[in-house]
Nanobody, 124 residues
């Protein structure tokens, strides 16, 4: 059974930092496309970044470039999302997702597995 479990969310002030982790079981993150999405109530799920785990190359949404960094630890079967200089508009539920291949863009339909999410709340 495949499981993705996110950790690390919380409440922080503007300008703070958080590191989210996504621990996978039942699949090997190495070779998969691992992505981070976020969603606020009433809005569509938004892709913020993804990593091609076989190469380590990461791609980010324009809205978060320069503040978000995705990394991987293959030995721990874990992917991380570091968020710096947090802004109130970063407040959302953050989800980890896995796909066999990285498609262009952040189409949620291309991801086979999802975590349950971890809440990030940024106060001004």
């Amino acid at each position: 059974q495949v499981q993705l479990v996110e950790h690390g969310g919380g409440s922080v002030q503007t300008g703070g930092s958080l590191t989210l982790s996504c621990v996978a079981s039942g699949i090997t993150t190495y070779g998969a496309c691992m992505a981070w999405f976020r969603q606020v109530p009433g809005k569509e799920r938004e892709g913020v970044g993804k990593i091609y785990t076989s190469s380590g190359a990461a791609h980010y949404a324009d809205s978060v470039k320069g503040r978000f960094t995705i990394s991987q630890d293959n030995a721990k079967n874990t992917v991380y999302l570091q968020i710096n200089n947090l802004k109130p508009e970063d407040t959302a539920m953050y989800y980890c997702a896995a796909a066999t291949l990285c498609a262009i863009g952040f189409d949620v339909r291309t991801y086979n597995y999802w975590g349950q999410g971890t809440q990030v709340t940024v106060s001004s």
